[in-house]
């Protein structure tokens, strides 16, 4: 099963630390901080798939009640006994019966069996909210997915369409990201220096806020939008800033590059379908990025842990693990009866 528990994105990342757009090996600083999260303290991706568990405990006083504790189980879709016969919702409860939090999991149920297997979602935590776009993928082998606005999603995002979970890896003029596409019915109507930070466009109207785009070699963050000024920061992804003349064709970032059938879920046709963003809790999402800025000032110090000179200053990263931190999240979904 090929596993997407990613719990920030690179533009977290990027304007945590101030950073002039992507770098080589950002996301895969992503990737490894929510790896690591993801075995300190769990998933918070739902999983699909089947589990098999044993009573572990017989209740005094109610005849024939089992107790089983599970994995941390987010939706049961179906449960049978040893024998795959399927157990009616009247013959089992799940506990705790509000959940352990707030879009978190059951741990526990009661049933009059000795052996169950449960297929459902497992983990620590299900949330999604809408991007507000819609995507198309023609084939379950197709791994590009074009979107009306380049600013909403971004290399390190977990989304949804139907039940297939997908993992953004490129994108927004990133590592490895697609090319920009031409942008049909806006150029510079007017001179841009290399000092120049806002941009005179023949239509404001065709551009979104966070979007990418490109003017020769350079890319651009747009910052704003003022009417058909666009406010940006130049220089994006460590593109160099330049001269544009008037008339200067307008490219932007809308194509990102996926990983499909994340999570245990199976790669689909999709037609015009709602995209879902994953919801990572705040805390969560926090930790990680904390823990992707530490990897990465760690590994800029060729892993020593050290850089700069007493002279100009040094800063040191001794551990990218906050072990006071990662204990207070950890405790904080963890479930006491």
């Known amino acids: 099963m090929a596993s997407a528990q990613s719990y920030v994105n690179t533009k977290l990342v990027m304007d945590a630390l101030g950073l002039p757009g992507d770098e080589a090996g950002l996301y895969g600083r992503c990737r490894e901080a929510s790896q690591n999260l993801n075995g300190l303290i769990g998933a918070f991706l739902p999983a699909t798939g ?65 052996e169950i297997n449960i297929t459902g979602r497992w983990g620590l935590y ?45 994108g927004c003029g990133s590592e490895n990201s697609p090319s920009p596409s031409l942008l049909t019915g806006s150029v510079t109507t007017g001179y841009v220096n290399e000092t120049l930070d806002v941009i005179p466009v023949t239509s404001g109207t065709v551009f979104f806020a966070n979007e990418v785009v490109r003017l020769g070699d350079e890319d651009m963050l747009i910052r704003r939008i003022v009417s058909n000024t666009l406010v940006v920061q130049r220089g994006w992804n460590n593109t160099q800033r330049d001269e544009h003349s008037l008339g200067t064709q307008m490219y932007v970032y809308r194509t990102v590059t996926v990983e499909r059938g994340m999570n245990g879920t199976t790669a689909a046709i ?49 551990s990218e693990f906050p072990r006071s931190v990662i204990k207070a999240v950890k405790e904080a979904y963890s479930w006491r009866a």
Request: hydrophobic fraction near 40%.
């Open 50 to 114: 089947s589990k098999t568990f044993y009573a572990l405990e017989y209740e005094i006083g109610v005849e024939h009640e089992y107790v089983f504790v599970i994995d941390p189980l987010l939706a049961l879709t179906a449960i049978t006994d040893e024998n795959g016969t399927a157990i009616a919702s009247t013959s089992y409860a799940l506990r705790p019966v509000n959940k352990a939090w707030e879009n978190g999991p059951y741990l526990r149920i009661e049933c009059d069996y000795d």
């Open 126 to 170: 299900e949330e999604w909210v809408s991007s507000g776009l819609t995507g198309s993928l023609a084939a379950t082998s197709t791994l590009s997915l074009i979107l009306a606005n380049g600013g909403l999603l971004w290399p390190g995002q977990v989304v949804k369409t139907g039940d297939e979970q997908i993992l953004i890896t490129a």
């Open 270 to 318: 999709q037609s015009s379908v709602t995209i879902y963003k994953a919801v990572i809790p705040q805390d969560v999402a926090y930790l990680a990025t904390q823990m992707t800025a530490l990897i990465r000032g760690k590994a800029q110090t060729g892993f020593t842990g050290r850089s700069g000179n007493e002279g100009g200053g040094e800063a040191f990263y001794l």
